[in-house]
């Protein structure tokens, strides 16, 4: 499995960038599909996420009703879409699957497949 993320960059508090994943090699479509970030010196934590069938959205609570997860299994890509970005939403984000619809399992991070990261910077 292959996973790779672009649209980082540098942006203002309140502002938009739209992520994307590129993804190839296992079945998509069956999979669960989302974003995880890293700010320094913090651990990795769970961000969004979609059912292999594009079903059940789910968010961390930091970024309910400001960040929307989507996927287009035709094109085998992700994106999550940020608006009302904030200083705290700095860090490398990363699009991750696992080859499987379990949530519990994706979230804890262990065993998911990773692509490298994108870096998302909001300056206040």
């Known amino acids: 499995v292959q996973l790779q993320a672009s649209g980082g960059g540098l942006v203002q508090a309140g502002g938009s960038l739209r992520l994307s994943c590129a993804t190839s090699?296992?079945?998509?479509?069956?999979?669960?599909l989302g974003w995880f970030r890293q700010a320094p010196g913090k651990e990795r934590e769970f961000v969004a996420s979609?059912?292999?069938?594009?079903?059940?959205?789910s968010y961390a609570d930091s970024v309910k009703g400001r960040f929307t997860i989507s996927r287009d299994n035709a094109k085998n890509a992700l994106y999550l879409q940020m608006t009302s970005l904030r200083p705290e939403d700095t860090a490398v984000y990363y699009c991750?699957?696992?080859?499987?619809?379990?949530?519990?399992?994706?979230?804890?991070?262990?065993?998911?497949?990773w692509g490298q990261g994108t870096q998302v910077t909001v300056s206040s």
């Open positions: 090699g296992r079945t998509f479509s069956n999979s669960i």
């Open positions: 991750a699957t696992r080859g499987s619809n379990n949530w519990i399992a994706f979230v804890r991070g262990a065993g998911n497949y």
């Open positions: 979609l059912r292999g069938d594009g079903g059940n959205p």
